[in-house]
């Protein structure tokens, strides 16, 4: 089993920063992709970063974030972050880590193996 724990939510104005992290603890040898995905209220989960790894390492953005949000892996720590710069209040949402053992795992597939609680993050006007 792998236990995934997200922090670096909070209250930020529009065009401010604020940075995820993810730490994984277990089996993480046996992960092979990592993604971000946030669901606001009253609406679905949707994807927004990931990082694959078997084979050659590739990130992913949803278009929505691209150009704002970066995703960065620390493999010997564990951990993922997700940086997200030029905050926008529609990016107001609870932010989940998620983490798949799949060997050629989709990473914006939504249907990963391992979940973080979740952490807040809100984008005042």
């Known amino acids: 089993q792998v236990r995934l724990v997200e922090s670096g939510g909070g209250l930020v104005q529009a065009g401010g920063s604020l940075r995820l992290s993810c730490s994984a603890s277990g089996r993480t040898f046996n992960l092979n992709a990592m993604g971000w995905f946030r669901q606001a209220p009253g609406k679905e989960r949707e994807f927004v970063a990931a990082?694959?790894?078997?084979?050659?390492?590739?990130?992913y953005y949803a278009d929505s974030v691209k150009g704002r949000f970066t995703m960065s892996r620390d493999n010997a720590k564990n951990t993922v972050a997700l940086q997200m710069n030029s905050l926008k209040p529609e990016d107001t949402a609870v932010y989940y880590c998620a983490g798949s053992a799949v060997l050629g795992w989709n990473p914006l597939n939504t249907d990963y193996e391992y979940w973080g609680q979740g952490t807040q993050v809100t984008v005042s006007s």
């Open positions: 990082v694959s790894w078997s084979g050659s390492m590739r990130y």
